[in-house]
C-alpha cells in the first residue's frame, strides 16, 4: 500500500472519531452508556464511508491448481478419407475428449489440422495438402511453459513442410495409427522436375524420379506424353534393392505457348494404388530469348553478381563487354546495361537515343556524371568531390511494376558520389535514400518512361553485397534475383504497358484452391483501388460458368476459387464499367496429392514417439492410450499461489455493514429518545 493512501486512511480515521465525538460528546449533558455504544456505531460507519472514497488496494493471495494440457491433433486432410477412415477417426476423437477420467486430469484442447492448424470445430476430411511439422510446431509454441502432452491421430502422410520425424518437439507424441497398415507393392513417381519456360525448338530437360515399395522383382514401362503422342519411353526394371531410378531425358519444345504433358508408368501385378502412377506438368515455349549487354568501364563485383542474377531466369543470356573493346550493335540486345559511364560511353548511347532503345544506368565513384548531365537522359546530379554511403528504403507507392519489400532496409549502403539529384521527365522512384538510417527524399533507384523508351537508374555500386545479404537472411538467392529480374523484365520489353495484369499458373492439381491475382492502373498508369473487378470461369468441356468478385488486399485485387473439378479451363477478368479485361487458360489435372499414398506411415509416426519419449498406438488400443496417460506421474496437477490485488470498492459487503450500522444506530437513537 502506497504511503498516501495510508495517509488519507489515518486522516479519514480520524475525521470519522471526531465527527462521532461532536455528535455525541460535545458539549453533551447527559451521558448514558448507550453514548459509548453510538459513538463507536457512528464513528466505525462513517470511517467505512470514507475508505470506499479512498478506495485502497488490497493484496489477496489465492491457491491455483493447473492441470496439464492434453493436446489431440486430428489429421483433416484427404488422405483419411482415401483410405475410408472417416468415422474412425471421429469415434477416437469421441474416445478422448468424452472420457471422464482424462477429463479429470487434463484440460483437453483439440485441434484439426490440414496445410495449417486450426481450432478443432468440425471434420470435414477435405483439406488437400498434410503439414505435420506446422502442427507440431505450433501446439509447441501455444504450450511453451505447460505440461501437454500430444496425441496425434493420422496416418504419418506428409505433402508439405519440414520432416516431421525430426522435430525438436519439447513435449512427449503418442501418434495414434490410422488407415492400411498393410504394404502393398506399388510403383509411383516421386518427384519430377522441369523448367517452367523453354524456346521455340530448343531441348528442355525433364528429370523424373521413379520409386518402388515390394520385395519381388517386377518390370514396367515409363512414358511421356505430349499432343496426344508418345514423346519418351523407357523400359524399368526394380527390385527390392534396386527400388529408385531416376530418369532424365530431353524433349524438344516445337508449339510456342503453353504446352501440357503427362508422366506415367504402367501398372504392375497385384498393385493397389495407381493414381501416383502418373503426373502432369506442363512448360510454356517461348519465341524469343532476352539478351542483355553489361557494358563497363571498371573491374568490379557487381558486373559477376547482375550476370548471375539476371541468368537465374532461363530465358535471359547476358554478354560483359569493356566499353573500350566493344565494335558491335547494339541492336541484338533488348536491354542495355551502362555501368559506371564515363566519356568512352559517348558512342554508345549516342546509338541508344538514336534507336530509342531500353537501358539501365548504374553509377559509383568511377562515374563521370559531368559527362552523363552533358547526354540529357531525363535525370541529373550535381556532385562534389565526396563520396556517400546511401542505404535503401522501400517505397511502398511505387506502382510501375510489381516489386515486393525483400528486406532492402537492411540491406548494406550502395557507395556513390555526394549530390543533388534532379529529373526533367517524369519518373518512379522505387527505392529512397537514407545517410545513416535517416531517410532523405532522394531515390535510390527510379525508372522513367517517355516516347517507349524506357530508363531505370540505380545510384550507386555495391549490389553484389545485397544479394550475399539477402542469402545470408533467406538462405536462397531467388528473392534478389527475382528482384534485379523484375527491373530486366520491364525495360527489355518493348510491349505497350497493359492497364490490367493479371497472375495465374497454367497448371493445378485437382481439388486445389486457384488464387487468382490481378493489378489495375487508371489511364495515368496510376493504381486504382476503386475499381470493381471480376472473373469469369469457363469450363471448356461442360460450358459451365463460375464468376466472381476480387477483394482488394494489399494493393492488389485477389481472388480464390474453390472445388473445380479436373479439365480445361479458360477465365476472362473484366473491370466493370471499363473496356478493359484479360483472358487467358489454365489446367486442372487428376493428380491429387493426397491419394498418392498406398498405407499408413508407420515407421515415421513410430520414430517421431521415441524420439520424444512418446508411444505408438494403433486404433484399437486407445483403451491403453487412456491408461498410459492416466498412470503418467509426469503428467501432475501444479498448485501455486497467485497475488491479486482488488479494489475495496469491489467488496459490496462492506457497504451493507455500512448501512446495517447506521440503521442500528438510528434505531437506538430513536428508542432512547435522541431523535
Known sequence: ???????????????????????????????????????????????????????????????????????????????????????????????????????????????????????????????????????????????????????????????????????????????????????????????????????????????????????????????????????????????????????????TSIKEGVNYYTANIQKIDGEKNTKNNSKSFSIEVINEQTKVLILTSVLHPDIGTLKKAIESNKQRSVDIQYIDKFNNQINDYQLIVLYQPNNSFNAILNQVIENNSNFLVMSGVNTDWNFLNKKQLGFSKKVINQTENYGANYNESFLTFFQKDIGFNDF???????????????????????????????????????????????????????????????????DFDQFIGNIVQYLASKKKRNRLEVNVENLYPANSNINISAFYVDKNYIFDDRASLEVTITNKETKKVTKLPFSLINKSYQTTIESLPSGDYSYKVTVMGQNVSKYGEFKITNYQVEEQFTNANVQKLAKLADKTGGKLYFKNQMTTLSEDLLSNKKYFTTQKSVAKEENLIDWKWILFFIIGLLTTEWFIRKYYGKI
Open 1 to 251: 500500500m502506497q504511503t498516501t493512501t495510508l495517509l488519507y486512511i489515518i486522516i479519514a480515521l480520524l475525521l470519522a472519531i471526531s465527527v462521532a465525538y461532536f455528535q455525541y460528546y460535545y458539549k453533551a449533558k447527559n451521558r448514558r452508556k448507550v453514548t459509548i455504544l453510538l459513538f463507536v456505531l457512528k464513528a466505525l460507519s462513517f470511517f467505512l464511508l470514507l475508505l470506499l472514497f479512498i478506495n485502497p488496494t488490497i493484496e489477496k493471495t489465492t491457491l491455483v491448481n493447473t492441470k496439464p494440457t492434453l493436446t489431440v491433433l486430428v489429421d483433416n486432410s484427404k488422405s483419411v478419407s482415401f483410405f475410408k477412415e472417416n468415422e474412425t477417426v471421429k469415434e477416437l476423437l469421441s474416445n478422448i475428449t468424452n472420457n471422464k477420467e482424462l477429463n479429470s486430469k487434463f484440460d483437453v484442447e483439440t485441434f484439426s489440422f490440414g496445410s495449417q492448424l486450426n481450432v478443432l470445430d468440425s471434420l470435414s476430411f477435405n483439406n488437400t495438402d498434410t503439414n505435420i511439422y506446422a502442427a507440431i510446431s505450433s501446439v509447441n509454441d501455444l504450450n511453451k511453459d505447460k505440461n501437454a502432452p500430444i496425441v496425434i491421430i493420422s496416418d504419418g502422410n506428409q505433402t508439405i513442410g519440414n520432416d516431421y520425424e525430426y522435430t525438436n518437439s519439447k513435449q512427449s507424441i503418442y501418434p495414434v495409427v490410422v488407415g492400411d497398415t498393410t504394404k502393398y507393392k506399388d510403383l509411383k513417381i516421386t518427384q519430377l522436375n522441369v523448367n517452367k519456360f523453354s524456346y521455340i525448338k530448343n531441348k528442355f530437360p525433364v528429370e523424373v524420379i521413379l520409386n518402388y515399395e515390394g520385395e519381388e522383382t517386377v518390370k514396367s514401362r515409363f512414358s511421356i506424353f505430349g499432343n496426344g503422342k508418345t514423346v519418351f519411353s523407357e523400359n524399368i526394371t526394380f527390385s527390392k534393392v534396386e527400388n529408385s531410378k531416376t530418369i532424365t531425358t530431353n524433349l
Open 412 to 478: 548494406p549502403p550502395l557507395k556513390d558520389k555526394f549530390g543533388e539529384i534532379s529529373f526533367s521527365k517524369d519518373h518512379q522512384d522505387l527505392l529512397l535514400q537514407n545517410i545513416n538510417g535517416v531517410q532523405i527524399q532522394q531515390p535510390l533507384l527510379s525508372v522513367l518512361e517517355q516516347n517507349n523508351q524506357k530508363t531505370a537508374v540505380l545510384f550507386g555500386e555495391g549490389v553484389w553485397k545485397w544479394r550475399s545479404s539477402s542469402f545470408i537472411s533467406t538462405n536462397s538467392f531467388q
